[in-house]
Each structure stands twice: as structure tokens, then as C-alpha cells.
């Protein structure tokens, strides 16, 4: 069974960056598309964007031009770098794969705040 692990949040002021990063147990991960998704407080969990077996993102327009999704298949990772992050990107940041088919990891805390 695929466990996720996701690491890298905290805390950082509006306009600034973050990487986030995605480990997942299992031999299936490079045979699977995988999506990040995230969670505000008092928020249904959306997909924030996903990337394909070779490596093709697409994201949520409100992310778009400033989240970029990465994956090394070597490393059974995939990676969200985030710039120019807003105060409504705050939430608990989650990847799964692109049908959200595998248990949730425990996702990892982003908290944009001056």
C-alpha cells in the first residue's frame, strides 16, 4: 500500500516562497499521475494541480504563473515549489494521486502571514 509523506511547510511572509515536498512508499508511483491538493481552515479539500507520468503540470488557475509542480521518479517524490504566496494560500497541503486513490498522508501546514 502507497504511504505519502508530504514536508516543508511553515510559516512565511506574503510574496514569499516555499517548497513542498511529496515522498511516497511503492513501486507504483512513477506508473501514476499525481496531484496536489490542499485544505483551509473550514474548507473542503481542492486540487491545487497535478502532473503526468512524463512530467506535464497543470494547475488551479488561482496558482497559476506562480506554483509549479515537479516530480523525480528515481526519488519516488514529487515536489510544489510556491512563489509569490498570498494570505489565502493558507491550509494544510496534501499529494495524492490524480484520482486521490491512495490514504491521505498527514499533509503539511502552509501559513502565509505578516
Known amino acids: 500500500q502507497v504511504q505519502l509523506v508530504e514536508s516543508g511547510g511553515g510559516l512565511v511572509q506574503p510574496g514569499g516562497s516555499l517548497r513542498l515536498s511529496c515522498s511516497a512508499s511503492g513501486s507504483t508511483f512513477s506508473t501514476t499521475a499525481m496531484g496536489w491538493y490542499r485544505q483551509a481552515p473550514g474548507k473542503q479539500r481542492e486540487l491545487v494541480g497535478g502532473?503526468?507520468?512524463?512530467?506535464?503540470?497543470n494547475y488551479v488557475d488561482s496558482v497559476k504563473g506562480r506554483f509549479t509542480i515537479s516530480r523525480d521518479n528515481a526519488k519516488n517524490t514529487v515536489y510544489l515549489q510556491m512563489n509569490s504566496l498570498k494570505p489565502e494560500d493558507t491550509a494544510v497541503y496534501y499529494c495524492?494521486?490524480?484520482?486521490?486513490?491512495?490514504?491521505w498522508g498527514q499533509g503539511t501546514q502552509v501559513t502565509v502571514s505578516s
Open positions: 502532473i503526468t507520468i512524463g512530467g506535464r503540470a
Open positions: 495524492n494521486s490524480w484520482s486521490a486513490r491512495f490514504p
